[in-house]
């Protein structure tokens, strides 16, 4: 049977002639933007997207094809609903992320020689900072970026391999990537995808776009002699790359963590689990739990030296931080300091839920500043710091209404500790002066990677976190976690992530052994997600992301411990 083609339509249509002479045309019914089309089965995703490209600003880099995500090398073969994606969208934007990565790698290496390589490490003002294992300068740095530009301009195309897992394996030990090797010695399938890129082979967690020309949207800031950051639009400021702004007290939480876990040698999932394999995690444990106490006894430490002139200690962070373990934790550790705390939540100064501001979806937006009584809990603050007694509001969510029963006042000794996503926010508070006012800046800080290249994703540790806490104890199923996630970290970057540098003090909440301990929670619930659900493919990323950790059980996890507070068992809690 011989294949010919020919040219019906401005898609190529594919004629199969049979022994007898007959034609029969094989074509497919694609279903693209919820208009219907007709054309030949086979094509390329790619082919198909050129004719598409026109109605998006970047770049196509990837598919939805029939639900299930897809690389644009696919063939379609049957008829099928396509939805195509490029870095605005959060698939889209990932993909874009690893091809950039890929590009510099090789870049790097093209510059400096096979043995040169990065670390990628964390993000960073909505880029990711990059450390190398030779000297940068800034004309270095340039130099790259040029590379880069020249690599992208050839459009080399990215390959995909599948490749056997043992084969790899000596492909990367002859490359001297040992941990990558590592990496793919816990992985259990027979056959592993590898990238391929001239003549360079690489590993990657997420999809890849399929050419080099699909990656023009990005920059390199140079930050120090073995430190730079990637930086590229993101989902939330897609039209322009931001120009890069510094954050100090990030960055030194940051390599605090890195500094901590290369002494004690788990840098990456390889290291974790050979711990796992030879029964030496709960020693880890133990060890992290209690560098993570003493974080938090440094930060009631430094309130103390300041008891005469803080009167007031605001904290926040993004979702599934471990906010209410650790201002929990903290007030302990100030009582032992002789300091009485009095906690207050900012949500119990909600506005009335009818005055509550509409977003631009017109639904009720209850994370914007202006669902915040703002008068009455400035002038109730100022009052209680006067010395005054007053009645402060508990918020009823099931009335919608704020409920006055507490009454509250400070004593000498006492000083008010305030929770909230607008606690750091200087718009708050502005009748006290800031020498009476603490800021704690707490969030996961995951300093784990997977290897070299890989990183494991801070916003992802959080979201495994909260997947397992909305089930355990909201009886809520991962779907609606995941619906819900966008709207949490659309409110994260605009009303917590800007104020970070507000912070006097930051705690990192992440615990490095964690994931390990999360997935052996949230992998049923993971493979609880239908196959035609819209999650589905989020729940199958998760999963895949697991698989490159053992599971690691929850025994000697403190009561006290702050993942006790997703994981159930917490003595604050239960």
Excluded at 81 to 96: A, Q, S
Excluded at 269 to 276: A, C
Excluded at 529 to 558: H, M, N, Q, T, W
Aim: hydrophobic share 35%.
């Amino acid at each position: 049977m011989k294949y010919t083609y020919s040219k019906v339509t401005k898609y190529d249509t594919i004629i199969r002639e049979n022994e007898e002479g007959d034609n029969m045309i094989e074509t497919i019914e694609v279903e693209i933007n919820g208009k219907k089309y007709t054309m030949s089965k086979g094509k390329t995703l790619e082919e198909i997207s050129k004719e598409f490209q026109k109605e998006y600003k970047y770049p196509i880099l990837l598919a939805k094809v029939n639900n299930t995500y897809k690389e644009l090398t696919k063939e379609i073969i049957e008829d099928s609903t396509i939805e195509f994606m490029d870095l605005t969208t959060k698939p889209g934007n990932r993909t874009h992320i690893s091809g950039l990565t890929y590009v510099l790698i090789y870049a790097i290496k093209k510059l400096y020689g096979e043995d040169a390589d990065i670390k990628v490490q964390h993000s960073l003002d909505k880029g990711i900072y990059i450390e190398t294992n030779f000297r940068l300068t800034e004309n270095k740095i340039k130099n790259i970026k040029e590379t880069m530009k020249e690599i992208i301009v050839a459009d080399m195309p990215i390959i995909r391999s599948t490749v056997d897992r043992g084969e790899a394996i000596k492909y990367f030990e002859s490359k001297k990537d040992f941990v990558k090797a590592g990496v793919m010695s816990y992985i259990t399938n027979e056959y592993v995808t590898l990238y391929r890129l001239g003549n360079y082979y690489n590993y990657f967690y997420n999809l890849m776009p399929s050419s080099t020309g699909k990656l023009k949207d990005f920059d390199l800031t140079y930050i120090k002699e073995n430190g730079f950051v990637l930086q590229f639009p993101n989902v939330y400021q897609p039209g322009k790359i931001p120009a890069y702004k510094h954050h100090p007290h990030m960055f030194e939480v940051f390599q605090e963590c890195r500094d901590w876990a290369k002494i004690i040698g788990v840098e990456n999932s390889v290291d974790l689990n050979k711990l796992v394999s030879l029964g030496k995690i709960n020693d880890l444990i133990r060890i992290d739990e209690i560098l993570q106490s003493n974080r938090l006894l440094n930060l009631a430490r430094e309130i103390n030296k300041r008891r005469k002139e803080i009167k007031v200690v605001l904290m926040a962070g993004p979702s599934s931080s471990g906010k209410t373990t650790t201002s929990k934790k903290l007030c302990m550790y100030l009582e032992s300091f002789g300091l009485h705390p009095k906690v207050l939540s900012m949500d119990d100064y909600f506005v009335e839920r009818v005055d509550t501001p509409l977003g631009e979806d017109g639904k009720p937006d209850y994370e914007c500043l202006e669902a915040v009584d703002l008068k009455l809990f400035d002038e109730q603050i100022k009052d209680l710091l006067d010395g005054k007694t007053v009645i402060a509001p508990t918020f009823s969510f099931v009335l919608g209404k704020k409920e006055f029963k507490r009454e509250l006042s400070l004593g000498e000794e006492d000083l008010l500790l305030i929770e909230g996503i607008h606690a750091l926010d200087p718009k708050i508070l502005t009748n006290i002066p800031r020498e009476k006012k603490y800021k704690v800046y707490i969030s996961a800080l995951t300093e784990l990677n997977l290897d070299n290249h890989n990183r494991v994703s801070t916003t992802d540790n959080r979201l495994l976190r909260r997947i397992i806490r909305d089930n355990r104890t909201r009886n809520n199923n991962i779907e609606h976690t995941l619906k819900s996630w966008n709207s949490v970290r659309v409110g994260e970057e605009k009303y917590i992530f800007p104020f970070q540098d507000e912070a006097d003090f930051t705690f990192n909440s992440a615990l490095i052994y964690e994931i390990g301990v999360l997935k052996t929670y949230v992998e049923p619930l993971l493979y609880s997600v239908p196959k035609d659900s819209p999650y589905y493919e989020e729940a199958k990323r998760l999963i895949e992301f697991l698989r490159l950790f053992l599971p690691i059980p929850a025994d000697v996890i403190p009561e006290d411990s702050l993942l006790r507070e997703f994981i159930g068992g917490s003595c604050f809690h239960e």
